[in-house]
C-alpha cells in the first residue's frame, strides 16, 4: 500500500481533494440554494435532489469546460508555439511536431514503447494525438452538458417570472450564457499565461514545474 501511495501520490492526493470539494461543494450549494427557495417561498430540495437539479449541475460542468478547454489549448499551443526563458515551455529550436526519432515513433520506438507508436498507419496518427483528442472529447462533452444544464436553469427562471422559455439552440446564442463562460475562461488563460511567464524568473525548489534555482532566466524548458 505504502508502494503504491508512493507511485501514485499526485493522482492519489489531486483525486482526493478532488472528491472532498466536489462533495463540499455540494452540501454549500444544498444550503445556499434552499435559502434562496426560502427566500422566494419555494419549497427546500434534499441533498439528492439538489445534486440531480440543474442548479448544481450547471455550476459542476461550467467549472470543469474551462478547465479542460484550458488544457486543450496549452497543449495544442505547446507544440509550435514557445517562451524563452519558460519551464512551460519547449526550447525554441523544437518547436513543431518534432521528428520521429525524438519522438520514438515508428521505427525508433522502444521494444517496451506503446503498441500504437510503433505502428505505421491510423493507429500512430490516433495515438500522437491522443492527449488532445481526449481533452478536446471531454471539453466538448462538459461543454455540451454545462449549456443543457444552464438551459434549464434559464429556462426555469423565465418561467417562474411569466416569460417564454428559449430553446436549446437560441440559449446557447444568449449573452448571458456566453457572459457565463468567458468570465470563467478567461480566469483559465490568465492563469496559464501567468504561470509561463512566472516560470522564466522565479523558482520552486524540487518542483518540476520550475527550472533549478541557480538556471539563467533565459534558459527554456529545464526542470528543477
Do not use: C
Request: hydrophobic share 40%; glycine share 8%.
Amino acid at each position: 500500500m505504502r508502494t503504491f501511495l508512493r507511485e501514485n501520490g499526485l493522482s492519489v492526493f489531486f483525486g482526493t481533494i478532488f472528491l472532498a470539494t466536489l462533495v463540499g461543494q455540494s452540501f454549500a450549494g444544498q444550503h445556499a440554494f434552499n435559502a434562496d427557495q426560502a427566500a422566494h417561498g419555494g419549497e427546500p430540495y434534499s441533498w439528492t435532489r439538489y445534486v440531480l437539479s440543474s442548479d448544481f449541475g450547471g455550476a459542476v460542468m461550467e467549472n470543469w469546460q474551462s478547465e479542460f478547454l484550458q488544457f486543450t489549448l496549452f497543449i495544442l499551443a505547446t507544440v509550435w508555439l514557445v517562451q524563452k526563458g519558460s519551464n512551460e515551455s519547449k526550447k525554441l529550436e523544437d518547436a513543431g511536431l518534432e521528428s520521429d526519432q525524438v519522438q520514438k515513433v515508428g521505427g525508433y520506438a522502444p521494444p517496451n514503447g506503446p503498441a500504437w507508436a510503433k505502428a505505421r498507419d491510423w493507429r500512430r496518427f490516433v495515438y500522437e494525438n491522443s492527449l488532445l483528442l481526449a481533452m478536446t472529447s471531454i471539453f466538448l462533452l462538459t461543454w455540451f452538458a454545462q449549456s443543457l444544464n444552464t438551459w434549464r436553469q434559464f429556462n426555469e427562471d423565465r418561467l417562474e417570472h411569466d416569460e417564454q422559455a428559449l430553446s436549446w439552440g437560441n440559449y446557447v446564442l444568449n449573452a448571458e450564457f456566453w457572459e457565463r463562460s468567458l468570465q470563467n475562461w478567461q480566469s483559465e488563460f490568465l492563469a496559464v499565461g501567468t504561470m509561463a511567464v512566472f516560470t522564466i524568473y522565479l523558482r520552486q525548489r524540487g518542483s518540476p514545474e520550475s527550472k533549478p534555482v541557480g538556471a539563467p532566466h533565459d534558459e527554456t524548458a529545464s526542470s528543477g
